[in-house]
């Protein structure tokens, strides 16, 4: 799968689990940590711990698999580097305080 089959797909399962304000953001030629952010949401720390195993187990079947993740023991923010896709899934209070979309504001959005 091309990274942004893999960010597609990745929406897709946050999407269909329920996460609030699904977003991919096309870093490609931006910066160098990845090529896409998935960004999403859940209503609360169960919810975006929930969202974080269904990504990896939808993922996982897909024959991709997370480098690392990240924040899982805290789960307010959690992130996933399927390398140059990076997921980030959060409680709504935390990503409006991260506001990652306003810090890559130059980053188009792509559909999914």
């Known amino acids: 799968m091309t990274s ?4 597609q797909k990745a929406a897709k399962i946050l999407d269909d689990k329920l996460a609030k304000d699904v977003k991919i953001l ?3 030629g931006l910066t160098a940590i990845a090529d896409y952010f998935v960004i999403a949401s859940g209503s609360s720390i169960s ?3 929930s969202l974080t195993e269904y990504l990896d187990e939808g993922l996982a079947k897909e024959g991709v698999f997370a480098r690392k993740v990240e924040g899982e023991n805290n789960a307010d923010w959690t992130l996933s580097d399927y390398r140059d896709v990076i997921v980030h ?3 709504e209070e935390s990503r409006q305080f991260y506001s990652l979309e306003r810090l890559w504001a130059d ?3 792509i559909e999914f």
């Open 47 to 49: 919810q975006v711990k």
């Open 89 to 91: 899934i959060f409680t």
């Open 4 to 7: 942004l089959e893999i960010a």
């Open 26 to 28: 096309k870093l490609e």
């Open 107 to 109: 980053a188009p959005q």
